[in-house]
T-cell receptor, first 114, second 112 residues
Framework: NAGVTQTPKFQVLKTGQSMTLQCAQD?????MSWYRQDPGMGLRLIHY???????DQGEVPNGYNVSRSTTEDFPLRLLSAAPSQTSVYFC?????????????FGEGSRLTVL | ELKVEQNPLFLSMQEGKNYTIYCNYS?????LYWYRQDPGKSLESLFV?????AVKQEGRLMASLDTKARLSTLHITAAVHDLSATYFC????????????FGTGTRLKVLA
């Protein structure tokens, strides 16, 4: 199984540019989410989705948009990149909205905004 | 404000020694998760603790949960170099929600 796949793995942007981080999972998971990881701050939830057509904000949603048109895909859009968005981004999914709640993570996308 | 505090943040230990990582939290969540992250890599699930008093063991790692004390521990027995990684605890902000909050992580370095 591929599990959770993120692309790209590395990206450099200039301030003001836009881009989309892609996340796809092949486990038929209902729940998908995006985190950013910054040194000394653990992982912080940006947005999450409990199914196709349903999204909600996490603790640091500003500057990011998401949509969930299919069960498999959950892209994260940066509309106008800022240096403060330099981070490592992780996509994570879980089987459904019941169960143990264990998260499965992608390999991460390292974003640098100049 | 909900807090998840891990300590220590950094831990350097000799092979063969024992040590415990602590995860204190301020919500009433009845389940807690431990993850491992190798440098530059993704996070891997280690343990899922689903109730008060839960204890899980895998190799040299043992995790426990005390929901009354709002404390989880990750105990390392006879550490080996391969255990060098960053360990995170995580829980749901509120029961019935889907918002996870992570601790800041404990970076463990096991010296040969």
């Amino acid at each position: 199984n591929a599990g959770v796949t993120q692309t790209p793995k590395f990206q450099v942007l200039k301030t003001g540019q836009s881009m989309t981080l892609q996340c796809a999972q092949d486990m038929n998971h209902e729940y998908m989410s995006w985190y950013r990881q910054d040194p000394g701050m653990g992982l912080r939830l940006i947005h999450y989705s409990v199914g196709a057509g349903i999204t909600d904000q996490g603790e640091v949603p500003n500057g990011y948009n998401v949509s969930r048109s299919t069960t498999e895909d959950f892209p994260l859009r940066l509309l106008s990149a800022a240096p403060s968005q330099t981070s490592v981004y992780f996509c994570a999914s879980r089987r459904d909205t019941s169960g143990t709640g264990e998260l499965f993570f992608g390999e991460g996308s390292r974003l640098t905004v100049l | 404000e909900l807090k998840v505090e891990q300590n220590p943040l950094f831990l350097s230990m000799q092979e063969g020694k024992n040590y415990t990582i602590y995860c204190n939290y301020s919500t009433t969540s009845d389940r807690l998760y431990w993850y491992r992250q190798d440098p530059g890599k993704s996070l891997e699930s280690l343990f899922v603790l689903l109730s008060n008093g839960a204890v899980k063991q895998e190799g040299r790692l043992m995790a426990s949960l005390d929901t009354k004390a709002r404390l989880s521990t990750l105990h390392i027995t006879a550490a080996v170099h391969d255990l060098s990684a960053t360990y995170f605890c995580a829980l749901l902000r509120e029961s019935g929600t889907y918002k996870y909050i992570f601790g800041t992580g404990t970076r463990l370095k096991v010296l040969a």
